[in-house]
């Protein structure tokens, strides 16, 4: 089945300094993937939604100066925390669907494991 | 703006019971709803994708139904195992893009 894989999974890093979490597709070529936040005991919400060869699109309140992401080919997607502080410290989750634009919305989002990130 | 709410927050049920989880959602108009499930610190694994046009689902010990004119969904469970034990989110596709708008999670617990 369609595999999703994030990396790193977890990350301690220092008020001020930059992390990049990748999200790859192993078996499927996608597109469109999709950054979401999830803090604790709270349900995920979606940052943004990453366009392959284009610029990615950003939900209302997140910074994009600050969530860079970057998609540059059909199996990899970025996303870069830049000068991260305490209040970024979460658990980052990819997500991506396979096939292009013409793809289905009624075939399942597949999920990575997500990425721990504790800022001091 | 589509709000989705799950009822209980947690629950508790002692191995071998059947048990239904609920959704609620406030926009009827939407493309499909999926139930994920959900390990600490962990990502999603898809368990049941219900297309609007459906009513259910089924994978072996789950069923999965949807009621849009009531803005409703319900995950059943039978014979619920120890590792049955997760979150479970349901998720809702609306609009362009397929984005999808989580509800705010059950948390299961089967106890032995």
């Known amino acids: 089945g369609a595999v999703v894989s994030q990396h790193p999974s977890w990350v301690i890093c220092k008020s001020g300094t930059s992390v990049k979490i990748e999200c790859r597709s192993l078996?499927?070529?996608?597109?469109?993937m999709f950054w979401y936040r999830q803090f604790p005991k709270q349900s995920l919400m979606l940052m943004a939604t990453?366009?392959?060869?284009?610029?990615?699109?950003?939900e209302q309140g997140v910074e994009k100066d600050k969530f860079l992401i970057n998609h540059a080919s059909l199996t990899l997607s970025t996303l870069t925390v830049t000068s991260a502080h305490p209040e970024d410290s979460s658990f980052y989750i990819c997500?991506?669907?396979?096939?292009?634009?013409?793809?289905?919305?009624?075939?399942?989002?597949?999920f990575g494991n997500g990425t721990r990130l504790t800022v001091t | 703006k589509q709000e989705v709410t799950q009822i209980p927050a947690a629950l508790s049920v002692p191995e071998g019971e059947n048990l239904v989880l609920n959704c609620s959602f406030t926009?009827?108009?939407?493309?499909?709803l999926q139930w994920f499930r959900q390990d600490p610190g962990k990502g999603l694994t898809s368990l049941l994708l219900?297309?609007?046009?459906?009513r259910e689902q089924t994978s072996g010990r789950l069923n999965a139904s949807l009621d849009k004119s009531s803005g409703r969904s319900t995950l059943y469970i039978a014979a619920s195992q120890p590792g049955d034990s997760a979150t479970y989110l349901c998720?809702?596709?609306?609009?362009?893009?397929?984005?999808?708008?989580f509800g705010t999670g059950t948390r299961l617990q089967v106890t032995l």
């Open positions: 997500s991506a669907r396979p096939g292009g634009p013409e793809s289905s919305y009624n075939s399942p989002l597949h």
């Open positions: 078996d499927f070529q996608a597109t469109t």
């Open positions: 990453s366009n392959e060869g284009s610029k990615a699109t950003y």
């Open positions: 926009d009827s108009a939407i493309y499909n």
């Open positions: 219900i297309q609007s046009s459906q």
């Open positions: 998720a809702l596709s609306t609009g362009t893009a397929s984005k999808l708008t």
